[in-house]
Nanobody
């Protein structure tokens, strides 16, 4: 059975940092690209970042580029998202998710939950003073 368990969310002031983690089990994590996606209250899904299986290629939404860094540790079956320079508009539930399709440069900006095979329960990130 596949499990993706996100952690590391919380309340942080604008300009602060958080590091999210996602522990994966039940599938061969190291064989697949992984993404972070988020959903703000009352809004649709927003793709945040993607990393390929070997941690040699990453991509980011324009809204987080230069502030967020995705990484992975295949030996630990864990995905990470380092978030710096947080803004109130980053407030959302963050999910790690396995995309149904991956290629370098693939455009995930219009993705919905149906574009992902698995996702976790999410972790809440709130950016507020």
């Amino acid at each position: 059975e596949v499990h993706l368990v996100e952690s590391g969310g919380g309340l942080v002031q604008p300009g602060g940092s958080l590091r999210l983690s996602c522990a994966a089990s039940g599938f061969f994590f190291g064989n697949y690209a992984m993404t972070w996606i988020r959903q703000a209250p009352g809004k649709g899904l927003e793709w945040v970042s993607v990393i390929n299986d070997r941690d040699t290629s990453t991509d980011y939404a324009d809204s987080v580029k230069g502030r967020f860094t995705i990484s992975r540790d295949n030996a630990k079956n864990t995905l990470y998202l380092q978030m710096n320079g947080l803004k109130p508009e980053d407030t959302a539930v963050y999910y790690c998710a396995k995309p149904r399709y991956y290629s370098i440069g693939y455009d995930y900006t219009a993705a919905t939950f149906s574009d992902f095979t698995y996702w976790g329960q999410g972790t809440q990130v709130t950016v507020s003073s």
